[in-house]
């Protein structure tokens, strides 16, 4: 008998997927789960305190932030990759370390960064290039490995705003606490909004760009004198 998988024109599409699923997998190991970017915070002082007032930040934190910063300049950065421009994946790279407002969410970025970077390493797969800064953030090689795994430059985006969703909630069920099936209701009052902020990102001109979130990093720098804290940020 024949045990030979018969390959398929969808079959590229598929590989694709899986690596996207990878990348995004709460498993994956760069520790991501250490961080909780200001909601610790934010439980501690009573601005987050259910799941109602949970679904506001969240729902500011993606309008605000992620559609304004990280999607949009990731859809640049994959597309930099794409066409091996050196100069403007530096120079994203740069713009992202930037806008970090607080020494917290800067050492997220550049140790989740790190992470993956060693992570591919591994597997082979860090770029051979001299396109890739030398201490490039997490979004940049978030963008090399989607671009790299033949992942869709829209899919790519979504992928990120549901790792990043999926990790909120994910802190909330350890520190607010949040029920899972609460999480879940979360997940579907917010799923829509990942794919608006997508198109939104998508549309957004270099001078647009920019996060808006002062509560946020009021939060990150109150968290790092926190005394009693589960995550690093």
Not at 8 to 29: C, F, K, R, Y
Request: aromatic fraction near 6%.
């Amino acid at each position: 008998m024949n045990t030979d998988v018969p390959s398929h024109a969808g079959q590229g599409e598929d590989l694709a997927l899986l690596g996207l699923l990878q990348l995004v997998s709460p498993a994956l190991p760069i520790g991501a789960f250490a961080f909780s970017q200001g909601l610790e915070s934010a439980f501690e002082l009573g601005w987050v305190s259910d799941e109602a007032s949970l679904g506001d930040w969240l729902e500011g934190v993606l309008d605000d932030g992620l559609m304004r910063c990280e999607l949009p300049v990731l859809a640049r950065l994959h597309i930099a990759w794409a066409e091996r421009d050196g100069e403007t994946i530096v120079e994203w790279d740069g713009w992202l370390a930037a806008n970090r407002e607080t020494a917290e969410l800067a050492a997220e970025d550049s140790r989740l960064g790190a992470s993956l970077a060693r992570l591919l390493s591994s597997l082979r797969l860090l770029p051979d290039s001299p396109a890739l800064p030398p201490s490039a953030g997490y979004v940049t090689l978030f963008a090399w490995t989607a671009q790299m795994r033949g992942v869709p430059l829209r899919q790519a985006l979504l992928g990120f705003a549901w790792a990043w969703l999926e990790n909120q909630l994910a802190v909330a069920c350890k520190a607010l606490p949040l029920g899972h099936t609460a999480a879940q209701r979360l997940v579907e009052r917010l799923r829509p909004l990942l794919v608006t902020a997508v198109d939104e990102a998508l549309s957004l001109g270099d001078d647009e760009l920019g996060p808006a979130l002062p509560g946020l990093a009021l939060a990150s720098a109150l968290h790092e004198t926190q005394y009693s804290r589960l995550f690093r940020s």
